[in-house]
Each structure stands twice: as C-alpha cells, then as structure tokens.
C-alpha cells in the first residue's frame, strides 16, 4: 500500500443512502444499520476521484479478493483476515452449451472453491476485516447456512467471538457442520430466516457492541463485487448475460456494482464500456423479486409469508436487498424469473454429469433457468431464447454440492445404486443394465 493510499483512501469512499442518497460517514458504520433519514439500505460508493488513482490491476501482486484491495474500503492492510477467498475457476461448459442448443458459449463460475465452499467468503473477509478494523470483537449473523459458515470460519481466524441464528431443522448438513467445527454460537430459532435476521437486527442495533454480518451489511458487498472483476478478467472482456440464483438479493446486487466500477474506474487498465445484462433466478415457492418483476413492479414487492424450496441456500420470503436486486435487473436490461425444485434438481444432476461441477441446488437455478426458457412453449419463452442463444453467458454457482449432500441422495433411486453380488459375472450383468 502506497502512503497516499494509507493516508487519503478515506476520502475515496463514502456510505450513500440507496434510497434517499443520503450520504453517511463510513467510519461510523456499526452504530446504525439503515439510512438514519429515511431507514433504506446504504452501500459503500468510490468517489470519482479514485479514478485518478487505481493502479493497473495487473500490477497487483495479491490473487483473489484482495488483489482488489485500491476499490475495497479497508484502510489498514494489516487487518485483513483471510484464507485464500475468491480467485474462482471460470469454467467453460462446452458439452452443456450443445445440450441447451446454445450458439456462442457458456460458463459457470464455481464460487464453491471458496474456502468454506461458498461465495459468502468473497463477501466476509471484507466483513470481518472491517470489523477488525472498527475495533469488534463480537459479530453475529442470521443464516440459512452457507452465511453462518463462512462467518464461523473468518471469525475463528480473527479471534471474534461468533454467534449465528439459524432456522431449526432447516440447515444442510455440511452448512451445519462447518459452523459447529469452526466454534460458533449456534442457535436454532424456532421460526424461518427472516425471523432469524429480525432477532439478529434488533440485538445488534440494541448493544453496539455486536456487528451484524448479514447482507445488508455494505462491507460485504464490497467483497462479492470482485467476483464480477474476475470474470472479465478471466475471459478478457464483458459477458453479455450473467445469470444468478437469488435469495436475499444481495449478491446480484453486488456483482452488478462491480460491473459499474469496471465502466466508472478502469480498474482493469482499459476503458470498459459494456455492461452485461443481469438475470436473477428464484424458487417458485420462494420467489418475490421474479414475481414483482414478472408483473412489471420495481418499487414494491410482496413478501411471501411461508417461503418453501429444498435448495435452502435460496430459501427467503422477505429479501432484505430486493430494491437493490430489481435495479440490478432492471437497470441491466436483464430479466427475473422461478424455477421449481425439480428443474432445479434436473439441472443439478444435469451440470455434474455434463461438466463435473456438482454445486449445491440453489446453485443449479441458473441453469434450470436456461432449460426452462429452451423448452418453454409459450412467446415470452421463446423470445428470451431467442435473444440469449448467441450471447456469451456467464452463470454464477454459489456454493458446492457437498454442502448438502441428503438433496442429492434424496432424489437418487437404487436404479441409480445398484447391488451386485461379489462375482465378475454379476458385475458384467449389472454394467449392461444401466443404460
Ligand atoms: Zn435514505
């Protein structure tokens, strides 16, 4: 870090109301949560001055997430807590692009090489490292797995004291499990995950000396941006569509931002003027930003009371960061749209078998996505085929599928698992049964 850097990065960012534009001093994050005028989210925005000063990413000497550090507001580098978050194979899926009669390419990011083996590490070691920074010593989150495990893991390396909410009997397995070895504060609320965030909100905006770590925190955000610098990165320029699995609304949220600050920074060290078009993919039984938009809504959605879908990591009837998703989408000239648990399972096993990326089922939406619009038979089906078939798509998988192993051994029949007896002959019989 230059001493320009350590000195005046301050200066380069403020807190900025989304609703109102409000502007917050960043420094204070922690005492509130909201918009102290108007009560809407806030997001970190770079001031256009740090244009003047972002090196050529190139030069950068660090890999992953904080390769990126000039656009992340983190003052002192000695506070980054890591392990080794982002820097994702972006994978070509060229057996895949043949199957959904694609014309130009498809790849899937595989955000489940993430440490804790998902994207919510991109996002909490900037939280965390925050944290750190503002001096807590004690976070918590609300989570439907996947948030608590990375939280879990950072924590532990920082040495804070870490408690997650979670829905009971409602988490994966292996998301359970990670959070239990890793050492948290584990309580299981008898209610879903927006009674979990309500708690979580309301402790921490109570004490002040608890950070909340959900995604609404804006640091978060500033992590999960750099997944969209890596795509243009790795492919060497702007992808025409990126298509994205969405719960809270977070994420969308926050690739779409990085997608601006290539076009506003030049962070890459060329000008980038392109924008992709953003798609945000929901469960049916857990789908309130697609049916706002789907009905041709931006300003209001309608929570849904009893949200219900197996892949859990999307399971979210009130998502706190709608508005921003529905800009995302809207501003992008994307679309929304929900998939139901089958499709997602279809396109789950689909994606394994034809790439080799077992991801978890939220992850597999995206891609239950581009099946639905191939073999949808009405209009809007085949307009949006229509306009997606020749672009260059980028589908983002949050998680591995080894997070939740019972969804994939749920749906598996003993077809699928034979039993032979212990001779050749018996074996040689049961290779010629499967088909
Ligand atoms: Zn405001």
């Known amino acids: 870090m230059t001493s320009f850097e350590r000195k005046e990065k301050r200066r380069l960012f403020v807190l900025r109301c989304f609703t109102c534009g409000r502007v917050h001093n960043i420094d204070d994050y922690g005492k509130f949560y909201y918009c102290e005028k108007c009560g809407g989210l806030l997001e970190v925005r770079l001031e256009r001055e740090l244009r003047n000063h972002v090196k050529e990413i190139s030069q950068e000497r660090r890999r992953g997430v904080w390769k990126y550090l000039q656009t992340i507001p983190l003052w002192d580098e ?21 199957k959904l009669g694609l014309k130009k390419s498809l790849f899937v990011k595989f955000e489940g090489q993430n440490p804790t083996g998902s994207f919510k590490d991109r996002g909490m070691t900037v939280g965390v490292s925050k944290a750190k920074e503002m001096g807590f010593r004690k976070v918590i989150c609300a989570s439907t797995g ?17 408690t997650v909410l979670v829905p009971k009997g409602k988490i994966a397995l292996g998301k359970i499990s990670q959070a239990i070895a890793y050492g948290a504060d584990i309580l299981q609320v008898e209610g879903n995950f927006d009674a979990c965030l309500r708690m979580a909100r309301e402790l921490s905006e ?18 999960q941006k750099t997944a969209a610098f ?15 699995p969405v719960g809270n609304g977070g994420n969308i949220s926050a690739l779409w931002k990085g997608f601006q600050e290539l076009v506003d920074f030049g962070i890459m060290g060329k000008d980038t003027k392109k924008l992709p078009r953003m798609t945000a993919v929901q469960a ?15 300003g209001v959605i309608d929570d849904v009371k009893d949200p219900h879908t197996e892949a859990s990591a999307i399971n979210i009837g009130s998502p706190v960061s709608w508005q921003k998703a529905l800009a995302a989408v809207y501003d992008s000239g994307g679309f929304a749209d929900y998939v139901s648990d089958d499709e997602i399972f279809r396109a789950q096993r689909l994606l394994a078998a034809s790439e080799g990326l077992f991801v ?19 209009d809007l089906s085949s307009s949006l085929f229509e306009k997606i078939k020749s672009s260059t798509i980028v589908c983002i998988a949050t998680g591995t599928g080894l997070k939740d192993p019972n969804a994939i051994l ?17 074996l040689e019989n049961a290779i010629l049964t499967f088909s």
Not at 81 to 94: A, P
Not at 211 to 222: D, G, K, W
Not at 232 to 239: A, D, S, T
Not at 289 to 298: K, N, P, Q, V
């Open 78 to 98: 000695a506070n980054i807590v890591s392990l080794g978050e982002g820097d994702t194979i972006l994978v070509e899926c060229k057996r895949l692009v043949k």
């Open 206 to 223: 109570k004490s002040r000396e608890i950070l909340l770590l959900n995604s609404l925190n804006p640091f978060r955000i500033e992590g």
């Open 284 to 298: 049916e039984g857990a789908a309130p930003i697609a049916r706002a938009f789907l009905s041709g809504r931006r």
């Open 146 to 162: 996947n948030t608590s495990a990375s939280l879990a893991a950072y924590s532990a390396r920082a040495g804070l004291h870490c």
């Open 410 to 426: 749920r749906n598996t029949t003993e077809a699928q698992m034979k039993v032979v007896s212990s001779d050749s002959k018996s």
């Open 230 to 244: 890596e795509i243009v990165e790795q492919l060497g320029f702007v992808p025409d569509d990126v298509i994205l």
């Open 360 to 378: 978890e089922p939220a992850s597999a939406a995206p891609i239950a996505y581009l099946l639905k619009i191939l073999h949808g038979r009405d």
